[in-house]
């Protein structure tokens, strides 16, 4: 519930084959009730694909009619896209071409060729026009064609490595390399699917997201790994501009940039991310018209059997600045470089022959939990949502559990200056209900105390009962709504405190059976499996149940069911589970897994105000407070 600069909000579309009236139309409609938005990013085919359509893309390289949002294409290939982008064409064969987007009219900007466009701070590598084997060794041939040739492939080759991480790549169709059994979608033929140049570039890029068109579906692939680098890469396809099967077309996204990231942040996997699709081997000719399929037999493995074998963990980890740095090489001097696993763990396993900073460069040694940035940089840019030491001083003041005793800073607290009141719904003795930040679905409710406590398992008595009647309220309000209620926790001991919140995400009937089985899969994944405790009839034993199984101050995870049966793991030392794990898995549930993660899904203070006014609404019968009054 910070108030951190927000992250760039964009749209991306597939095909537009000339039919900017449906997009702009679509496009006005979601900025109006999700915006406002700072771009448009088109991939695919951007011109018509008939001349009748000509006149209807004119309007608009001519101002008749506005573009409403900054759009940037990368598709310069169709009927009339020879004659409309010649004027651009002049000008820039005079001026030079930017990198940043060859300006056609207002808002419309062409991103010829290749290169890396700064948007918002985002990192957006992109590969304008399509692959064509016989034109790649033929530049004027594929300028004319509206393809790419070999030296814009080479531009973002040289690109890859920068050691400044890629979040978005934007291309012609990717080589899908789909794992056997997983869903292909209808009008898909995996073993023809795409173009290699792009999987090549995908391989050496590793973006964060890769966004591709022209293939005539929507498809998200589950996140996969790559080699040489901590993050994963989501890759999704778009469908075409008012496609008469009425797949998605448009993909809102709000990613924060990786260069305002933790490394820590970065390295966080999903629950559901498999190994490269490239593993096994690369594309040897950057002309092929037959797409290979190298890796496709071996593609099985989930994440809970995932190895750094390709990424040897004894080098990647020591020096922060070496995780993402794809092809660049460690010095043999570390120099005036900060140990990265020193500060994170108060120790480190080269002792003295690390050739990294321990200390503050005075003998004294960095305090373990310190925020990299902080002390690498001197300065971070994350505030209050920060969860590292911004201190250089040891801690005075520890709670148990190694929990720092409550702050200012901290967030959640009700007393807090930082706290985002117009979340909050509901307000008792010892609880209080909120709106969550980046909400799964509408009426996804956190449930905390008001004084610090780092879990729901320490709470006191007295706030104990009061969080289990909003429970109870929580459950009866969403009944009423024809859906169950998913409870779920992740208790993780940071130096800079946490304050407990019980997450609380409504489902619609029909999938409260499948939420057991999800969690159960999703866990067997990552390598664990739960303990189980079934439902009692007096809610009290199965709260003890639940303290002897994670309790004493190991980081935890639980679910309860709609049921009421609760799963729960009680982390070993050491022991790593993705922060986000009960949210990725409930966003796979609900069919919406791009919500995973919820930066993505950020509003504004004017929607979530709305949100919460109409969860109010809904709540009023059955909230603990109405009810005393």
């Not at 949002?69 to 896209?81: H, Q, S």
């Not at 012609?172 to 390399?177: A, F, M, Q």
């Not at 619609?508 to 390598?527: I, T």
């Not at 709260?543 to 793991?569: C, D, M, S, W, Y």
Request: hydrophobic content about 35%.
């Amino acid at each position: 519930m910070s108030g951190n600069k927000e992250a760039p909000r964009i749209l991306l579309c597939g095909d537009v084959n000339g039919h900017l009236h449906a997009l702009y139309k679509r496009v006005l409609a979601v900025n109006k009730s999700n915006g406002p938005f700072d771009a448009l990013l088109c991939v695919g085919q951007f011109f018509p694909r008939t001349p009748d359509g000509i006149e209807e893309m004119k309007t608009y390289f001519t101002l008749a009619k506005p573009i409403p949002l900054p759009t940037y294409f990368i598709g310069d290939y169709g009927e009339g896209a020879a004659s409309l982008l010649a004027p651009a064409k002049a000008k820039a064969a005079e001026t030079g071409i930017p990198m940043d987007g060859v300006r056609i009219c207002d808002n419309l900007l062409w991103l010829k060729g290749s290169g890396i466009l700064n948007l918002k701070g985002l990192r957006v590598a992109y590969l304008s026009g399509k692959h064509s084997a016989e034109l790649y060794q033929n530049a004027k041939a594929a300028a004319a064609a509206g393809a790419h040739h070999e030296d814009d492939v080479d531009t973002l080759r040289a690109f890859a490595d920068d050691p400044s991480i890629t979040d978005l790549f934007l291309s012609y169709p990717l080589l899908l390399l789909l794992r056997i059994g997983e869903f292909v979608p209808e009008g898909i033929d995996r073993m023809t699917t795409g173009s290699t140049i792009s999987a090549e570039l995908a391989k050496e890029l590793k973006p964060r997201y890769h966004f591709a068109g022209s293939e005539g579906v929507f498809y998200a692939r589950e996140p996969y790994l790559n080699t040489g680098v901590t993050h994963t890469t989501r890759f999704i396809g778009l469908a075409a501009v008012g496609n008469d099967k009425k797949q998605k077309f448009l993909h809102a996204l709000s990613p924060t940039p990786a260069s305002a990231m933790l490394s820590s942040e970065l390295a966080v996997r999903p629950p559901n991310t498999t190994i490269s699709p490239y593993r096994m081997g690369t594309h040897k000719s950057s002309n092929n018209t037959t797409p290979s399929h190298p890796g496709l037999k071996r593609d099985l493995v989930h994440s809970s059997s995932i190895t750094t074998t390709e990424s040897p963990a004894n080098e990647g980890q020591y020096w922060r600045y070496d995780v993402n740095q794809g092809k660049r090489q460690r010095s043999d001097d570390g120099g005036n470089r900060v140990c990265f696993e020193f500060v994170k763990q108060g120790s480190c396993s080269r002792g003295e022959t690390c050739k990294f900073k321990h200390d503050l460069g005075n003998g004294t040694p960095i305090p373990k939990g310190a925020c990299f940035d902080f002390i690498s940089k001197g300065r971070c840019e994350r505030g209050a949502d920060c969860r590292y030491r911004h201190s250089l001083e040891e801690d005075k003041n520890v709670g148990e559990g190694g929990d720092a005793l409550p702050a200012e800073a901290c967030w959640f607290c009700l007393s807090s200056p930082s706290i985002d009141t117009h979340l909050v719904v509901s307000v008792g003795d010892h609880c209080y209900c909120a709106i969550a930040k980046g909400p799964l679905v509408d009426s996804h409710i956190l449930i905390l105390p008001i004084e610090h406590h780092p879990s729901t398992i320490s709470l006191p008595a007295d706030a104990e009962s009061e969080l289990q009647r909003y429970k109870d309220a929580l459950q009866k309000c969403f009944k009423t709504q024809g859906k169950a209620t998913v409870f779920f926790e992740r208790y993780l001991q940071l130096r800079a405190g946490t304050h407990a919140h019980l997450q609380a995400v409504p489902v619609p009937l029909q999938k409260a059976s499948s939420v057991r089985s999800a969690f159960m899969s999703a866990a067997k994944e990552v390598g664990f499996e739960f303990d189980i405790i079934c439902p009692s009839d007096t809610d009290p034993q199965a709260r003890q149940a639940l303290k002897e199984v994670v309790g004493g101050g190991a980081n935890f995870f639980f679910v309860e069911l709609p049921e009421g049966t609760i799963l729960a793991h009680r982390l070993a030392p050491g022991e790593k589970l993705p922060m986000q794990f009960g949210r990725e898995v409930m966003a796979s549930l609900l069919g919406t897994p791009e919500r995973g993660d919820w930066k993505a899904c950020k509003l504004d203070i004017e929607e979530e105000t709305s949100m919460a006014d109409r969860f109010k609404e809904q709540f009023q019968s059955f909230d603990l407070m109405q009810s005393l009054v």
